[in-house]
């Protein structure tokens, strides 16, 4: 589930579309309906707001944005990785038992508004 800070200015779902563009390679402008999820809180206690855009990504053409971090921890050196490894499509079930245990209410939310 891509996500990021606001940057001054910006309204929540340009951030959205911008993040999900970063960190996938999909461009969401051009898509359909959207739906607003609303915000949850997480156990770290960032707040996420969230929506559903209609659209079709295809998992194979996932291109991500890399991120730097020391690696091996406490190692001095720095490696870069892909903030996405990998994309899939799931059916309900398995994507609940995919998802984060504090993102599962906004995949919960999603199948009982949109479902």
Same mark, same amino acid.
Request: charged fraction near 30%; glycine fraction near 10%.
């Given at each position: ?26 461009? #969401?402008? &051009? ?6 999820? @609303?915000?949850?809180? *997480? ?7 969230? !929506? ?13 944005? #890399?991120? &730097? ?6 190692? @001095?050196?720095?490696? *870069? ?7 899939? !499509? ?26």
């Amino acid at each position: 589930m891509p996500k990021g800070l606001v940057h001054p200015g910006e309204e929540d779902l340009e951030c959205a579309r911008r993040e999900f563009k970063e960190e996938t390679g999909f461009d #969401l402008e &051009e898509t359909g309906n959207q739906h607003d999820l @609303g915000i949850f809180r *997480q156990p770290s206690g960032k707040r996420l707001h969230v !929506w559903a855009v209609e659209g079709d990504c295809n998992p194979s053409d996932l291109t991500s944005n #890399l991120f &730097e971090m020391e690696w091996p921890p406490k190692s @001095g050196h720095k490696q *870069q990785f892909p903030e996405v490894d990998r994309g899939g !499509w799931f059916d309900r079930e398995q994507a609940i038992d995919n998802i984060t245990k504090g993102q599962r209410p906004i995949l919960e939310s999603f199948y009982t508004e949109i479902g």
